[in-house]
């Protein structure tokens, strides 16, 4: 499995490291060998809302080779929903069977047409948001519709990656990440429809 | 308030953002309009255990004008604990008043003398290292020696960083910051000494 980080200017970076921290686990505690990963932008550097700078692995290339996009949120999605440059690259993920977002990235994910029909959560101050790109938003943390998977808010990133820790590599497998994490606490049950 | 955010090759991203975001938004959402970060390493960027390179702030500067460091942990602190340039570069901290860690972080602090006599803890599976530098380990989520502030591993992050929300700026600008962060766990109540 290939996964897609998306970043961009202004993103939350707990949204993106809660939900990297679980998954890259599955390789690096051995669940997933064959799992890989690339940071993606369309800038070889983002800086997040406090000022963090992260670099970029994969410099505005298209996005259909990967199995899994990640996409997490943050005031930068605010404009980039918009952006025709930056949506038409997102989708280039188009043919990727998994499309993930915590927080405000599923705007994105929105505003690339990705959830139409589609039940979606987003961050609880973004609901109204959300109802631009469909009528079926969901007041839940994780919402899980088999191949699109979307949180809540910023948090909600940690409790996404476990489950879909779990979803990939079983309960065994989560549970040993969570305790390696030292998470204690009990995901909220995901919504599945 | 000034702080410093210790970080260094082979750290867990998590240990740091779970506890940086938080405390940020004590700027972000108002509370605190003083407070100040600066991301602190000893070389211009730095590649996380799972290869995320972050860019760094201050490049090898002394850290006694900060009011608060923060170490998270990872698999780099196991060697940097010996290093007598890290170590030497981390007790320039010496005069800071708030010392602050999570995970194996706290091994960092007690290479540097800053846990001699003091309850401390670090990631479970650590308790046996940080022996080497306090006999008062304390297997507990977060351990207050008021100054000194240890917390536990990875995802003790986030708890740590919305305990000292409190500590700082008081309860209801904690709940605030821990609502818009969409948290809706109970920390571990912190134990104080």
Redesign the interface.
Same mark, same amino acid.
Request: hydrophobic share 30%; net charge negative.
């Given at each position: 499995m290939k996964v897609a980080f998306i970043v961009f200017d202004n993103l939350?970076?707990?949204d993106f490291?809660?939900f990297?921290?679980p998954i890259?686990r599955l390789r690096?505690m051995g669940y997933l060998p064959d799992l890989e990963?690339r940071?993606c932008a369309q800038t070889p550097?983002v800086t997040d809302?406090?000022?963090? /700078?992260?670099?970029v692995?994969e410099i505005h290339q298209p996005l259909e080779g990967y199995d899994l996009i990640f996409v997490p949120g943050g005031m930068g999605t605010r404009s980039l929903k918009d952006d025709e440059d930056f949506i038409g690259w997102i989708r280039s993920a188009t043919p990727c069977r998994y499309k993930v977002s915590v927080?405000t990235g599923s705007l994105i994910l929105g505003a690339a047409g990705f959830l139409e029909g589609k039940n979606a959560t987003t961050?609880?101050?973004a609901y109204d948001l959300l109802a631009a790109y469909t009528p079926k938003v969901v007041r839940e /943390?994780i919402v899980d519709e088999g191949d699109l998977i979307t949180g809540?808010?910023?948090?909600?990133s940690?409790d996404l990656g476990l489950y879909l820790c779990e979803r990939f590599a079983g309960t065994e497998a989560r549970q040993k990440i969570q305790k390696?994490?030292?998470?204690?606490?009990q995901a909220?049950f995901p919504v599945r429809h």
């Open positions: 939350t970076m707990l490291v809660g990297q921290d890259t690096t990963w940071v550097e809302g406090t000022g963090l /700078r992260l670099k692995d927080c961050h609880p101050a /943390r809540g808010g910023v948090s909600s940690i390696q994490m030292d998470y204690p606490y909220a």
